[in-house]
């Protein structure tokens, strides 16, 4: 079975620094681009960005360039999300996503663009004092 | 940046409706667009890519259509499974979501 499993919720203090995971199975983990997505409580969906594992090329969604750090670790199948200095408005769910093969297209920089077709069950993040 | 607009942001219906849902692009980049459908609690899951293609498992009463900037999510008969937010994106970019409720 195809999935993507995250690590588990996590409660921080602003400030504080933090690393969650995504491990991927069932599939050629360095074959696909796993993403990161955004969710603050009661909203929406944010794409934050991008990697693709087999040689760690990353793009980030301008509204979280530098904000957070997305790597990979293609020898255990994981991808990573991490902050340097947690603030109180980081705290939401944050689900991973495998960018599947669904007939996309490549944008204006030439990266590929297709659906996100299997998701990470999520993991919270609260930050609060 | 692109900018994606889903209309309505809720919807209320009954079991057996015609739901029609929304979305429009602030320029036409491609032709390309997919739905998902998210229930609370869950994660959102796939429904439609490349503005038409089912997704595989998906029911045959979700379709999609559109081109350039326009796109629509039809649900020909809603079920009572159907009642959750749905959400457009293109170039990695989301719509703010559709809510679907019960009337």
């Known amino acids: 079975e195809v999935q993507l499993v995250q690590s588990g919720a996590e409660v921080k203090k602003p400030g504080e620094s933090l690393k969650i995971s995504c491990k991927g199975s069932g599939y050629s983990f360095t074959s696909y681009w796993i993403g990161w997505v955004r969710q603050m409580p009661g909203k929406g969906l944010e794409w934050m960005g991008i990697?693709?594992?087999?040689?760690?090329?990353?793009r980030y969604s301008p509204s979280f360039q530098g904000q957070v750090t997305i790597s990979a670790d293609k020898s255990i199948s994981t991808a990573y999300l991490q902050w340097s200095s947690l603030k109180a408005s980081d705290t939401a769910m944050y689900y991973c996503?495998?960018?599947?093969?669904?007939?996309?297209?490549?944008?204006?920089?030439?990266?590929?663009?297709?659906?996100?077709?299997?998701w990470g069950q999520g993991t919270m993040v609260t930050v609060s004092s | 940046d692109i900018q994606m607009t889903q209309s309505p942001s809720t919807l209320s219906a009954s079991v057996g409706d015609r739901v029609t849902i929304t979305c429009r692009a602030s320029q036409s980049i491609s032709s390309w667009l997919a739905w998902y459908q998210q229930k609370p609690g869950k994660a959102p899951k796939l429904l439609i890519y490349?503005?038409?293609s089912l997704e595989s498992g998906v029911p045959s009463r979700f379709s999609g259509s559109g081109s350039g900037t326009e796109f629509t999510l039809t649900i020909s008969s809603l079920q009572p499974d159907d009642f959750a937010t749905y959400y457009c994106?293109?170039?990695?970019?989301f719509g703010g979501g559709t809510k679907v409720e019960i009337k």
């Open positions: 994106q293109q170039h990695r970019t």
């Open positions: 996503v495998r960018q599947g093969t669904r007939g996309g297209y490549y944008d204006s920089s030439g990266y590929y663009i297709d659906a996100f077709d299997i």
């Open positions: 490349k503005a038409s």
């Open positions: 990697i693709y594992p087999g040689d760690s090329d990353t």
